[in-house]
């Protein structure tokens, strides 16, 4: 016997091997379907998917036999891959002094064998597809052409098996990241929430406990007082959004439309000079509440303070079909010009034009609408006319 020498690449070889994270699997059907189909094709007993590890064959998928794995020393498939050829093929080992006493061989009758090498696209041949069977043996063409488009394919699950673990490492360091920078968020908006409110509550202190002020600093106050609460406020929507995915675990609720849109209301502290019209409405919905709250307090409070109208009316129409309701939030106010339509559903961006308060926006209320819809497998757009009106129309997937 000749034992198999380690290919001049072994290094390389065996951390390609590794990478896959295939050594030590359970069976699994695709490649066991596999591993049936070629024995059938090339009409032998055995057929194995093997994976050649420092000192073992491993067999990732066995037909015919009951072993997983083999000493790498006698393995047919240790020659195999060393081999120049596309396919190695042994007709009889007894008359081959690589194996005529080799313990596969003596003991379990390997007599014919065939075996094409696993190479990945880094030309790293990782292991074989390959046949055995008891007696002396010839494949035909077909048969050899067969085990060649079949032994790519196995690659080619592979490299899907890598990329999906690779996908679910990057999005669980991703989950990670978030959830730091959450954290992160939280304590931030805590320990400057804290300050900002000292301000807010001195400023107004400072100003009704001293009448005699002079205008200018009245007018330093109220510039101190207006900055502070923007501040504040940027403070709250950065931590909504960073918190807007918890939102989402929330518990499904059967109300109707009427209830969120006044409850809605009370939040947004809708004035006298705003009508809210519900148009053809839905009669009920089966929906997180609270993620569908946050959505519409965003788009009414939108609606209400980029406007200039006398009074601001905003219509609401919700309706559905089998899979998705369908919503349309409709104000009279100043409209968005069409440069600006694809920025304003993006973090931190938001159009140049202060609200009715005199207040510029932070961008970030409808960076999280649409964060909170496109995780409830919705969509949302928008339309609007310069000076008139603007639409909003949004999607919730059912489930």
């Known amino acids: ?92 080992a007894r008359e081959d002094k690589r194996f005529h006493d080799n313990p596969l061989v003596t003991e379990f009758n390997a007599i014919f064998y065939a075996g094409v090498p696993l190479t990945n696209n880094e030309g790293n041949k990782l292991g074989t597809l390959c046949v055995y069977d008891h007696k002396p043996r010839t494949l035909t063409i077909e048969q050899k052409n067969a085990l ?93 959004f960073y918190k807007s995915d918890s939102l989402l675990g929330l518990k499904k609720e059967t109300f109707t439309v009427d209830e969120i849109i006044k409850d809605c209301q009370n939040i947004v502290d809708v004035s006298k000079e705003t009508e809210i019209n519900i148009v053809n409405s839905t009669k009920s919905l089966f929906i997180n509440k609270t993620a569908l709250e946050q959505i519409l307090i965003n788009l009414l409070t939108n609606g209400i303070k980029y406007n200039d109208k006398p009074k601001a009316i905003i219509s609401i129409t919700c309706s559905e079909n089998d899979d998705f309701y369908f919503w349309k939030v409709t104000d009279n106010g100043t409209g968005i010009s069409e440069e600006n339509r694809d920025k304003i559903f993006e973090l931190f961006e938001s159009t140049p034009h202060k609200d009715r308060y005199g207040n510029q926006g932070n961008g970030i209320g409808l960076a999280t609408t649409k964060k909170i819809i496109t995780s409830l497998g919705g969509d949302i757009k928008v339309s609007s006319i310069l000076g008139e009106q603007t639409t909003f129309e949004f999607t919730i997937e059912k489930e």
């Open 148 to 240: 060649k488009i079949i032994a790519k394919h196995v690659v080619t699950l592979f490299e899907q098996r890598l990329q999906n673990e690779q996908l679910l490492e990057l999005k669980e360091n991703l989950q990670r990241k978030n959830d730091d920078l959450e954290k992160f968020a939280s304590v931030i908006s805590h320990d400057l929430k804290s300050p900002v409110n000292n301000i807010i509550s001195l400023t107004k202190l400072l100003k009704s406990e001293n009448p005699n002020l002079s205008k200018d600093s009245i007018q330093y106050i109220d510039y101190l007082q207006e900055s502070s609460s923007a501040l504040k406020k940027y403070i709250d929507d950065v931590l909504i």
């Open 1 to 92: 016997m000749i034992a198999p020498e380690f290919p001049k690449n072994e290094r390389k070889r065996q951390k390609a091997v590794e990478k896959y994270k295939l050594l030590d699997t359970l069976p699994e059907i695709k490649y066991d379907n596999i591993t049936s189909m070629i024995s059938d094709i090339c009409d032998t007993p055995i057929s194995l998917i093997t994976l050649l590890d420092k000192d073992r064959n491993f067999l990732k998928s066995h037909y015919g036999i009951e072993l997983s794995e083999s000493p790498r020393n006698i393995s047919f498939c240790g020659h195999a891959i060393n081999s120049e050829d596309s396919i190695m093929i042994v007709e009889d």
